[in-house]
């Protein structure tokens, strides 16, 4: 499975943006997708994860009612649509996608596009 991140850049604080990811190669496998993020100086945390099957989402906290994960199966892609952007949204943000494979998951990790907010 490959992933491409677009949708980053830059914007101002209480903007928005939308990521997208696109999977190519044995996306049929894909069992659930999800979005997460690094800022500079902190590890790597989930923001948004939504299945494959009947889409089920999860959220971070701290996006709750602001982000929006959603996957588009026929295109193979999935997009995180973001509002109210604030400053301490700005990260790295990747694309994951979980395979299952007799008992064991597998995460594939896209390059990460960069979203900055300016106050």
């Known amino acids: 499975v490959q992933l491409v991140e677009s949708g980053g850049g830059l914007v101002q604080a209480g903007g928005s943006l939308r990521l997208s990811c696109a999977a190519s190669?044995?996306?049929?496998?894909?069992?659930?997708w999800g979005w997460y993020r690094q800022a500079p100086g902190n590890q790597r945390e989930l923001v948004a994860t939504i299945t494959s099957g009947g889409g089920s989402t999860n959220y971070a906290e701290f996006v709750k009612g602001r982000f929006t994960i959603s996957r588009d199966n026929a295109k193979n892609t999935m997009y995180l649509q973001m509002n109210s952007l604030k400053p301490d949204d700005t990260a790295v943000y990747y694309c994951?996608?979980?395979?299952?494979?007799?008992?064991?998951?597998?995460?594939?990790w896209g390059q990460g596009t960069q979203v900055t907010v300016a106050s």
């Open positions: 994951n996608a979980r395979v299952p494979l007799f008992r064991v998951f597998y995460d594939y």
């Open positions: 190669g044995s996306t049929f496998s894909i069992d659930a």
